[in-house]
């Protein structure tokens, strides 16, 4: 199995700190657990496939204690799901998720883009239109870059919902986002999902800019209502 690190194989029972020297000084099990993320995002491993615990701790150069401690947190995220005497599997997400996970979002985003609009400083605004403007960017013909245009776009959103100030909301994106992120791929990359999804975040800025608090809730809503239906 490749690994997006070539880590040293186990050799004593510290080897899984020294296998991980230019990583920070987290918790092992969360350096890990980004490892392991990263690749399910990245489609390195399928929804639906088994994860072979020995096989990643082996690798990985750690014992399955850390690996396990990893697993739990990614369950916790609804990207691993745990089966009972059979082990962890990424999660598969069924349409009745996506549309779940969409609904929950087009609320808790919507919302937020009203209080933008209704609170934002002038400089927040720009700070949300120069994002805008490397989305943009990264969508012109001869230089579309579809991980840079789903980079920007996560930025454009979390920025959005930072200058809303609620970290509550803020946390529950966050876990949504990451289920989001399972089918991706499937949406934003549907032939003409890309300029529709451009042409959605100008009408978006357009109200913010306006101060049209309800318009912004709209141009929200349509937003994820359109995504939700690429990713169908």
Not at 49 to 62: H, N, P, R, T, V
Not at 142 to 171: K, P, Y
Request: with cysteine; aromatic share 4%; glycine share 4%.
């Amino acid at each position: 199995m490749n690994c997006s690190l070539q880590l040293k194989p186990m050799q004593a029972k510290t080897s899984a700190l020294a296998a991980l020297p230019s990583l920070s000084p987290r918790a092992l099990y969360e350096e890990v657990a980004e490892l392991l993320r990263q690749r399910i995002f990245k489609r390195e491993m399928e929804p639906g496939s088994w994860i072979d615990e020995l096989k990643l701790a082996q690798a990985y150069g750690i014992s399955r204690t850390p690996l396990r401690e990893a697993l739990k947190v990614l369950a916790a995220e609804g990207l691993v799901t745990m089966k009972v005497r059979r082990g962890a599997y990424v999660t598969e997400v069924s349409a009745t998720d996506m549309a779940d996970v969409y609904h929950l979002l087009s609320l808790l985003e919507s919302d937020a883009a009203g209080v933008v609009a209704q609170k934002a400083s002038a400089s927040e605004l720009a700070e949300l239109q120069n994002l805008h403007a490397e989305l943009e960017a990264s969508a012109l013909p001869g230089v579309v870059n579809a991980d840079q245009f789903f980079a920007i776009n996560e930025r454009f959103h979390m920025r959005l919902l930072a200058i809303a100030n609620n970290r509550w909301r803020d946390q529950m994106v966050a876990d949504l986002r990451k289920v989001m992120k399972l089918n991706r791929h499937n949406s934003l990359l549907k032939s003409g999902r890309m300029q529709e999804s451009l042409s959605e975040h100008q009408a978006l800025m357009a109200a913010l800019e306006k101060r049209d608090v309800a318009l912004s809730v709209q141009k929200m809503q349509a937003h994820f209502a359109n995504g939700l239906e690429a990713a169908a």
